[in-house]
């Protein structure tokens, strides 16, 4: 599901990904854990077509990006395949909780109202969200934020799941919670990659990958 052969990102004369190369199968959670600056970002955001590359091969579902500036057609359907939560929540402020969540699904997978509202309204029951069904995202907490953004990326059961520091804002109780849905929907069909600096995350992965200084090693 995700093949990646030989990537060096460069920055000037610094060399943010160093020659990486990891193979992930359909339905499999990994973890990407490693010091901060290590590169970890980095990766996520070459597999989602957003950070070009200087050398080497990518494949994301069966989607091949290559060195140098990704077409529009191949990041559209990236977009599709492949979704990328970043650590800042970044929910629409004028849209209530089950609006966030119910917008790609309508709007990008064609759902109708009440099939979506249905989905939407089962994934945030899932994340411990049901009671802000209707709320606004200004009157949530953090933790409650950064769900509502893994709700919605979980909800549209992506091929492809890219999750930058996840449980980062989340309690404990949650985060157990949390590593145990990252599991499901791994053994659902998605391939999903969580950066982390959380050991329980780490241990519910079924991989764990390190990066250090831009060099990724299955350790
Ligand atoms: N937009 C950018 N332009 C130039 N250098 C960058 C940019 N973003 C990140 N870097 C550099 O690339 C290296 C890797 O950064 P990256 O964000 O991938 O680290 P990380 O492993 O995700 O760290 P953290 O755990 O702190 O989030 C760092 O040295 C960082 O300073
Ligand atoms: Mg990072």
Redesign the pocket.
């Known amino acids: 599901m995700i093949t990646i052969e030989n990537v060096t990102v460069r ?1 000037g004369d ?1 060399l ?1 990904l160093d020659d990486v190369s990891m193979t992930l199968e359909k339905g499999v959670f990994a973890a990407l854990v ?12 070459v597999l989602s077509g957003f950070l070009p590359f200087a050398k080497g091969k990518v494949s994301v579902a069966g989607i091949s990006l290559a060195a140098g500036a990704t077409p529009e057609a191949t990041k559209v359907a990236l977009r599709r395949a492949c979704v990328l939560v970043l ?1 800042d929540a970044n929910l629409f402020p004028h849209l209530d909780v089950t609006t966030n969540v119910t917008l790609a699904l309508r709007h990008v997978c064609g759902l109708g109202a009440q099939e979506a509202e249905a989905r939407a309204h089962a994934t945030l029951d899932r994340l411990g969200l049901a009671p802000k069904r209707t709320a606004m995202p200004e009157s949530l907490s953090g933790g409650q934020a950064q769900r509502v953004a893994l709700a919605r990326a979980l909800v549209l059961k992506p091929k492809v799941l890219l999750l ?2 996840p449980t980062s804002a989340l309690d404990p109780k949650r985060k157990v919670e949390i590593a145990a849905i990252f599991r499901e929907q791994a053994e659902a069909g998605t391939t999903v990659i969580a ?1 982390t ?1 959380d050991e329980g995350l780490s241990n519910a992965a079924h991989a764990r990958y390190t ?1 250090a200084a ?1 060099k990724l090693t299955d350790a």
Do not use: A, F
């Open positions: 920055d610094t943010r490693g010091e901060s600056g290590s590169g970890k970002s980095t990766l996520l955001r650590q930058d520091e950066v600096h990066m831009g």
